[in-house]
């Protein structure tokens, strides 16, 4: 193939002989053949420059390849750059300035409207995941003053919860990813009676302070997140009496135990304990009513409470991984027996990794739950019979023995 350039020079047509590739492509125009007419190179190099210092005239400039790299870091640059300016001019009418709150919160702070019934209302929610949080930063969060509803920081390398004084409104609060070892009552976080939502996960927490957690601190509070984490224990009043309590979260941390508090939040429906070092649960877990899952696997449990049944609303319950010999009888009323209405939900039971004796691991792992529980009750039958039987003997040999007294 033949190409012949069109070179700055028109009056000159210099023909060359050229393999097809990225250097014919890189022609501002050229032409194939005789004559198949001309077009503009779309990989054409940008414009030469504008200064006046610059030869216009310039083969190197002219021609020189297209830096596309550098072209689109420049527009994300750009984009960057829109996104801030953006969320800096979102902020609530009549909210903060994001003038007075510096290069800090302002680029991060976003409008969301928060529904009440038939009334919504437009608040502001600070979501600032990575950054440095400087102690500056902490202190003006109170400029934000009661338009706050959520604060996420996550992964920001925090030390401590920051304080919250004047965020009456403040309903979310996250924290993960962070290095907070204490949760205490100097960041005021007990004085936010609107909060909701509290999630300190994936941090290094070892120890909450008694009175912080509980119905009294928080009348709204719906779900607590303290999973993964260092605790060895907790407050006997943690969630105590927080009766509007959905979700609990204390997976993998180090708890031998739970306290009986947890058993006071009547709406609680998830509660997860899953890789802890639990020995037991409390007797009282009968309480839970609205309880839907519950998640105890890879802990130390010899046995589950034999009241458990009780919790006729469970649909999942994982126990693998733990020392369990017998399940409780009762469990049974909480299989969801196929073809029968009034049963139980129970439709996940998940038993591996113990050494079960009844009912039997073989059953559940051979025929699944509903043959597992088939077996198991047919077994509770027979030893209930067993039990009646050795009842009558027994009664039997009294009576005997007291005909033969009055003989």
């Known amino acids: 193939q033949y190409f012949v350039k069109l070179c700055p020079n028109a009056s000159q047509v210099k023909e060359q002989r050229l393999f097809a590739g990225a250097i014919a492509m890189s022609w501002k125009k050229f032409m194939c053949g005789h004559f198949l007419g001309h077009f503009e190179d779309p990989h054409a190099s940008p414009p030469h420059s504008d200064d006046e210092d610059a030869d216009k005239d310039s083969d190197t400039e002219r021609y020189m390849p297209k830096d ?35 290069a800090g919160w302002g680029m991060y702070i976003e409008n969301i409207e928060i529904k009440n019934g038939n009334t919504t209302r437009r608040m502001q929610a600070i979501r600032a995941p990575r950054i440095q949080v400087t102690d500056s930063m902490i202190e003006k969060l109170s400029a934000l003053g009661s338009g706050l509803h959520t604060l996420e920081l996550t992964g920001c390398h925090l030390k401590e919860i920051p304080k919250t004084e004047e965020l009456d409104d403040l309903a979310v609060v996250s924290l993960a990813h962070n290095d907070i070892k204490y949760i205490t009552s100097d960041s005021k976080i007990n004085d936010r009676h609107n909060l909701t939502h509290l ?53 993998c941390n180090m708890l031998d135990r739970i306290p009986e508090s947890i058993t006071s939040c009547k709406k609680l429906q998830v509660l997860f304990l899953t890789d802890n070092r639990l020995v037991a649960l409390p007797e009282s877990i009968d309480k839970l009513k609205s309880l839907r899952k519950l998640f105890l696997s890879y802990n130390a449990l010899t046995s589950l409470p034999e009241n458990i049944g009780s919790c006729s609303k469970l649909e999942k319950l994982r126990v693998s991984s733990n020392r369990i010999q017998f ?78 007294e009055r003989e």
């Open 68 to 102: 596309y790299g550098k072209a689109r870091r420049a527009k994300k640059e750009r984009k960057k750059n829109a996104g801030v300016i953006k969320r800096m001019r979102n902020i609530t009418k009549g909210g903060a300035d994001p003038v007075n709150l510096g």
């Open 199 to 251: 999630m300190v996960d994936h941090n290094r927490v070892e120890a909450v302070d008694a009175r912080l957690i509980t119905g009294v601190s928080f009348p709204e509070l719906q779900v607590v997140s303290l999973s993964n984490n260092k605790l060895t224990y907790l407050p006997t009043d943690f969630v105590l009496d927080a009766k509007k309590l959905t979700y609990l979260d204390l997976s």
């Open 327 to 404: 399940m409780p009888k009762s469990i049974v009323s909480l299989w969801k027996k196929p073809g029968f209405q009034q049963t139980g939900r129970l439709d996940e039971f998940l038993v591996d990794g113990n050494p079960l004796v009844q009912p039997s691991i073989t059953a559940f792992q051979m025929g699944g739950l509903n043959r597992g529980f088939q077996l198991f009750e047919a077994w509770i039958a027979e030893e209930e019979a067993a039990k009646d039987k050795q009842k009558a003997l027994m009664d039997q040999e009294q009576q005997n023995a007291d005909d033969f």
